[in-house]
C-alpha cells in the first residue's frame, strides 16, 4: 500500500515553512537537494525522480497511467499552489519538466521509469539559467537582463 497522503502531507508541510522564508526556489531545493549542500546535481534529481515515480505509480507496473498522472498533476498543482504559485522562468520549467507530454518519450500515454529518468538532464539543463550544470537559488527568480 502505498503511503502517498502520508508523504504529501509532510511534503506540504515543508513546503509551507520554506515558502515562508521567500527565497526563490528555497523548496526546490529543499525538496531535491539530497546532500543539502544547497546544490542540485543531475544525480540528486535522478534518485529523487526515481522517488516520485514510485509514489505516483500506484499499482506498481512500472508505468505511470493517465489516471497515475491525474493524481501526480493535482499534488503537484497543490505543492506549487502552497508556495507561491508556478512563477516565470525556472519555477515554470520545474512544473513542465514532470508533465506527462515532456515524459512520455514515446507518445503512447504512459511514462516508464525508463524514460521519466531518462528526462533528468533536459529537464535540469531546462532549469539551469547560468549553464554550470547544477540547479542552486541562483537559477530562480527575476530574469536577469
Known amino acids: 500500500m502505498k503511503l502517498v497522503p ?13 515558502a515562508q522564508q521567500g527565497q526563490p526556489g528555497a523548496h526546490f ?4 537537494d539530497a546532500d543539502m549542500d544547497g546544490i542540485v546535481t543531475v544525480e540528486e534529481a ?3 525522480r526515481g522517488d516520485v515515480f514510485a509514489m505516483f505509480d500506484m499499482n506498481e507496473d512500472g508505468l505511470l497511467d ?3 498522472y491525474v493524481l501526480f498533476d493535482e499534488t503537484r498543482a ?9 512563477g516565470q522562468g525556472a519555477m515554470m520549467r520545474v ?11 514515446d507518445a503512447d500515454g504512459a511514462v516508464s521509469l525508463e524514460e ?3 528526462r ?3 529537464w535540469i539543463a531546462g532549469m539551469d539559467r547560468d549553464g554550470d550544470g547544477v540547479i542552486t537559488t541562483a537559477d530562480f527568480g527575476p530574469n536577469r537582463g
Not at 502520508?6 to 520554506?18: D, G, K, S
Not at 512544473?95 to 518519450?105: A, I, K, R, W, Y
Open 66 to 68: 493517465a489516471e497515475e
Open 116 to 118: 521519466f529518468l531518462a
Open 120 to 122: 533528468v538532464t533536459t
Open 78 to 86: 497543490l505543492d506549487m499552489e502552497n508556495n507561491g504559485g508556478h
Open 29 to 32: 531545493i529543499e525538496s531535491w
Open 6 to 18: 502520508l508523504t504529501l502531507a509532510a511534503l506540504l508541510a515543508a513546503a509551507q515553512a520554506l
Open 95 to 105: 512544473s513542465e519538466g514532470m508533465t506527462l507530454p515532456f515524459n512520455d518519450v
Open 46 to 48: 535522478t534518485a529523487r
